[in-house]
């Protein structure tokens, strides 16, 4: 049973800076893209970076220049570097892990960890 936990949330003032991480385990098949999205109070979720297993990258306009995302395929962990926050980035933030079996796309996600920015 994959499991997907993420870490690092927490508050922040403005300008400053938070990394998350997010541990995926439970598997012997590698996990393919892995990815951070995020749910702002009273907003739908939204994808904020994800990232290939061959380290392609894909980012929301909003964070672009701000945030980083990498990975440890040997960890099989995700990482979101968050930059020069802002208070609209004060949301919760949710990792998303695929995996490809037997020809099947399997997609796993986290509990979330919460992150507040203030002004």
């Known amino acids: 049973q994959v499991h997907v936990v993420e870490s690092g949330g927490g508050l922040v003032q403005a300008g400053g800076s938070l990394r998350l991480s997010c541990a995926a385990s439970g598997s012997i098949f590698e996990f393919n893209n892995m990815g951070w999205y995020r749910r702002a109070p009273g907003s739908q979720r939204e994808l904020v970076a994800t990232?290939?297993?061959?380290?392609?990258?894909n980012y929301a306009d909003s964070v672009k220049g701000r945030f980083t995302i990498s990975r440890d395929n040997a960890k099989n962990t995700v990482y979101l570097q968050m930059n020069s926050l802002k208070p609209e980035d004060t949301a919760v933030y949710y990792c998303?892990?695929?995996?490809?079996?037997?020809?099947?796309?399997?997609?796993?996600w986290g509990l979330g960890t919460r992150v507040t920015v203030s002004s």
């Open positions: 990232i290939t297993s061959g380290g392609s990258t």
């Open positions: 998303s892990v695929d995996q490809i079996v037997a020809g099947m796309d399997y997609n796993y």
